[in-house]
């Protein structure tokens, strides 16, 4: 549990953003009203769309609080580095396609006061049949570790400790992230105050592309922490499937498992180079 936080305490604000143009506009205006002191750090991993050029816009017109770097690789990789450039005594991460409540970072800063970790309410917007589905929940020690890293808040010193996201995962670093916080007994607040709006994939294309990567990330968990099943509350989850649209999410993403099972345990034999690489984002972590 987290010490009571001095008043105002700083909280820098982390973005990846790839190819995000058409959203992230929206994002950091709604920014730019949030309580501080805080900064906003984004990190474009070499969008083609204008996304990065916006960000820069937003640098110029507000100098000293919005900053834009350019870090290609995964999304890990990216948060890792926004994190090494950041000030502040908390962390508080969120993603190119979303937008802010106007009270998000003041309700996230109140929650610090009571824990490390914080996850607020993450509003799904866009297409019904795809925003009401729910999250295929993981638990560890009894916590739920699947809040997103759209609207999740770490303090600092505990992000560094961990070693911060794993870049080799390709999605679900939040989950393995959290999951790491929890085996060390930090706890994770869920405070629904904080609330963050997330754009649903268009189309129903996009959005099986998104749950079969998204299987495909959970297989990745199970290579690195082992067999993970019997901390889904499968019964639950199997009643979830309303629809044949969460049931098509389901295979979808069930499709990402075993593509990742067929093409062998790359994660447990990268490279002398990833393993280099993954040294020296460490590195600018714990002396930044």
Known sequence: MGSEPPERSFVS??????????????????LVPQEGPNEIIVVDALSRDGTFEIAEEFARRYPGRFHALQRYGSRGMGRNAGVAEAKGEFIAFTDGDCFADSQWIGRMRE????DDIVAGRTVPIGPSQYSMLERVELFQHGSDVTFPSCNLGYRRSLFVGLGGFDARLITAEDIDLNLRAVETGAH???????IIYHQMRPTFLRFLYQAFWNGYGRKQLTEKHGSLWGNYRIRRLVSAQRSVIAWARLVAALGGYLTRVATGNRL?????????????????????
């Open 13 to 30: 604000i982390v973005i990846t953003v790839r190819n995000e143009g058409k959203h992230l506009r929206h994002l950091l205006e709604s």
């Open 111 to 114: 929650s610090f006061g009571q």
């Open 188 to 194: 994770i607040r869920y405070d629904d105050r904080a």
């Open 268 to 288: 447990l034999t990268e490279s002398p180079h990833d393993r280099a690489s993954a040294r020296r984002e460490m590195d600018e972590l714990r002396t930044a």
